[in-house]
C-alpha cells in the first residue's frame, strides 16, 4: 500500500526558505517516481518537480527553476524539496504523489498512484 506524508510547511517571509519532506515507504521510492505539486487557493493543482525512482532524473516547473531542488534520502526513506527564495505567489497547499516515470513528463495528476494530505506554505510579510 502506498502512503505519504507530508511536512515541514509553515509561514516564511518573501525570499525566505522552507524545506518540505514527503515520508515513504523505501520499497515505494525504490520503483516509484515522487512529484511535488501544488494548489493555490481559486487555482487548479499544478507540478513544481520530480525525482525519479533511480533518482537521477529530476524535472521543475519554469517557474520554480533555480529556486527549488529535490532530493531524496533513501536511509531516511524520504524526498525533500528545498524552496529558496520563496515569493508570495508560491503560497499554497504542497502535496508529495508517487507514480511511474511518465509524472516526472507530463505533471498530470492521473498519473499518481497515491498522494500525501499536504502541507501549507505561507509566503507573506
Known amino acids: 500500500q502506498l502512503q505519504l506524508v507530508e511536512s515541514g510547511g509553515g509561514l516564511v517571509h518573501p525570499g525566505g526558505s522552507l524545506r518540505l519532506s514527503c515520508a515513504a515507504s523505501p520499497s515505494t521510492l525504490e520503483h516509484y517516481a515522487i512529484a511535488w505539486f501544488r494548489q493555490a487557493p481559486g487555482k487548479e493543482r499544478e507540478g513544481v518537480s520530480c525525482i525519479s525512482s533511480s533518482g537521477i532524473g529530476k524535472t521543475y516547473a519554469d517557474n520554480v527553476k533555480g529556486r527549488f531542488d529535490i532530493s531524496r534520502d533513501m536511509a531516511k526513506s524520504t524526498v525533500y524539496l528545498q524552496m529558496n527564495s520563496l515569493k508570495a505567489e508560491d503560497t499554497a497547499v504542497y502535496y508529495c504523489?508517487?507514480?511511474?516515470?511518465?509524472?516526472?513528463?507530463?505533471?498530470?495528476?492521473?498519473?499518481?498512484?497515491?498522494w500525501g494530505q499536504g502541507t501549507q506554505v505561507t509566503v507573506s510579510s
Open positions: 504523489a508517487a507514480g511511474l516515470f511518465e509524472i516526472c513528463v507530463t505533471f498530470e495528476e492521473t498519473e499518481s498512484k497515491a
